[in-house]
């Protein structure tokens, strides 16, 4: 669940829009939910839902909110909750981009990376990446996310145009901390933008696909 928490993710420092979306989640084919992704009066909040894994085993609900206070400070906070277990992580982004006052519970779940002191200055939260990705006009170049167990690099691979739609390539690669999916713990994805430009000339982004192993995961929004 926490990395669909990635795909699917406040503006710091970005600029927040209005409205919210929605988005389904599908593998090989087989629908597994639909996730939203909202702006808020200081910043944004990303639900997901899953109920259709195979054998029900990563069935379950990820929330996350970015939100900042009157003093440009990011606070973090999500709570997944699956069938395999219940996790609560918070912590704070100061305005000189440094993490502190991480908290993972339970305390098993901490990594050494849910120390605030080991973590590189410049990181991104999940969300923000989302809000990232949802609010560029251009393929999103290279960037820092960061969850409260490990550090994440996203970059940029390579931008094609292909007639209305503007296609972004990117990889997704754990540098500090776990892998996803105990026990495969996959650290390296491929990730593919599909942005379709509309009639004022802005893309919208329209679709995502991430591929780890042997595993695709593709994002559809929904219309509206």
Not at 78 to 87: A, H, V
Request: glycine share 8%; hydrophobic share 40%.
């Amino acid at each position: 669940m926490r990395w669909l928490g990635f795909l699917a993710v406040l503006l710091w420092p970005y600029a927040s829009f209005a409205g919210s979306q929605s988005w389904t989640v599908s593998l090989a084919g087989l629908t597994l939910g639909n996730f939203t992704y909202a702006s808020e009066p200081n910043g944004s909040v990303l639900r997901t839902r899953v109920a259709n894994t195979p054998m029900g085993v990563f069935n379950g609900v990820f929330t996350a909110s970015s939100l900042r206070d009157a003093n440009g400070v990011l606070r973090y906070a999500s709570l997944s909750d699956t069938t395999r277990k219940r996790r609560k992580i918070s912590f704070r982004i100061d305005t000189d981009g440094q993490v502190r006052e991480v908290q993972v519970s339970p305390q098993d779940q901490q990594t050494d990376l849910s120390v605030a002191a080991r973590v590189p200055v410049g990181v991104i939260d999940p969300v923000a990446a989302f809000a990232r990705f949802t609010t560029l006009q251009i393929c999103p170049g290279g960037f820092l996310v960061y969850d409260g167990r490990r550090v994440v690099q996203v970059s940029l691979v390579d931008t094609r145009r292909k007639g209305r739609h503007l296609q972004c390539e990117l990889t997704y690669e754990i540098i500090a901390g776990p892998g996803h999916l105990s026990p495969l713990y996959l650290n390296h994805f491929r990730l593919w933008l599909d942005y379709q430009r509309q009639q004022d000339g802005s893309f919208l982004l329209v679709s995502m696909k991430l591929r780890g192993g042997v595993f695709t995961l593709r994002l559809q929004r929904s219309a509206g």
